[in-house]
């Protein structure tokens, strides 16, 4: 394509050489001679301006929309885990955790999975939450809808422990479609148990809902259910009858350790507050339910609870009686507080 002495040849050989360098800034010893080796070059030129740029974009865009979070959990050979399934704020999320892992509930509830399952990826807030050292290899976060069976059973929702069904409480006006939601969950999961699970071993469903009337549609459905405004509201109404029982209540259901507890002891009896002191005793008091032993068969409660305090520290204050009628379910039954003649 050029002459004995390197000169360029025509306008058509000049173009093609001016296109290549002006776009690659190159020039090389090897050169295409011939209009098929040169269309070649041109074409391979338009696909990488023209056509190469937007699919490079659009795989980068796809590769930054990937999300970070899994969408299936494995346990590890005897581990257990629960399952909570809600759109969770901090708070939520946080107090769960923290009232799950207390110490006081013991070794085997320490080393248990929580599996988060949400269909939504968690915020700021929730992510650095589950980045905490304290939850990095307890808590497990997995993205995905819990009407799904086969996303279900990616968690091994039917090996669970327990569901926990939790709310938003900031749902505000939008109380019954939350409502709503977990209705359709729980349905969702409770059918999958159905099919796929153990019926030796039943995995428990706990639900917490906005509205009262919701309590109804799950009554079927969930094993316990928990309505957080009449739960609310009735605290407040026994308050105005009992003062502090609100208080009472609270620091009851809630686990507080003694870690928690002793420095608030020395600082009360430092500033000789004994009040303060007794109040913070109380704090570490918990409600458990337990099997008493046979070896209390056909004693009375007084003396019962006598013993018990007297050799573990421990408030005997009520017990449940199972119903022992035909077909009756093992679980029910009635509870007595505190049957001084029984």
Request: glycine share 6%.
């Amino acid at each position: 394509n050029k002459d004995k002495d390197g000169e360029i040849q025509g306008f058509d050989e000049a173009f093609f050489f001016i296109a290549v360098s002006s776009i690659t800034g190159l020039s090389s010893d090897i050169e295409p001679d011939t209009w098929f080796t040169r269309s070649v070059v041109l074409f391979v030129m338009f696909i990488g301006i023209f056509w190469l740029p937007p699919r490079v974009s659009e795989m980068l865009s796809l590769w930054q929309d990937r999300s970070p979070w899994p969408s299936n959990f494995e346990a590890e050979t005897n581990q257990s885990h629960v399952l909570v399934i809600g759109d969770l704020e901090y708070t939520t999320l946080f107090e769960f955790l923290r009232e799950f892992f207390c110490e006081d509930h013991g070794v085997r509830t320490v080393n248990t999975v929580v599996v988060v399952m949400s269909e939504k990826s968690p915020g700021k807030e929730v992510s650095e939450l589950l980045g905490d050292p304290a939850y990095v290899n307890r808590v497990k976060f997995v993205l995905g809808s819990p009407t799904s069976f086969k996303q279900l059973g990616d968690v091994e929702a039917e090996a669970a422990l327990a569901i926990f069904l939790l709310s938003s409480k900031a749902a505000g006006d939008n109380a019954a479609k939350e409502d709503a939601a977990k209705v359709m969950i729980a349905l969702a999961v409770r059918k999958y148990l159905k099919g796929h699970g153990d019926a030796k071993r039943p995995v428990p469903i706990y639900a917490q809902v906005l509205l009262p009337e919701t309590t109804l549609h799950l009554e079927y459905l969930a094993d316990h259910v928990i309505c957080v405004e009449e739960l609310r509201l009735g605290l407040l109404a026994r308050s105005v009858m009992v003062p502090g029982f609100a208080s009472l209540l609270q620091l009851l259901t809630a686990s507080i350790p003694n870690n928690t507890t002793d420095p608030l002891i020395r600082v009360a009896g430092r500033y000789k507050q004994e009040w303060l002191a007794e109040y913070a005793r109380s704090m570490s008091h918990e409600i458990y339910a337990t099997r008493v032993s046979s070896i209390f068969n056909g004693v009375k409660f007084q003396k019962a609870a006598q013993v018990i305090f007297q050799r573990t520290g421990a408030t005997l204050f009520a017990i449940r009686v199972p119903d022992r009628s035909e077909g009756a379910d093992p679980d029910d039954g009635r509870i007595m507080l505190n049957p001084a003649g029984y």
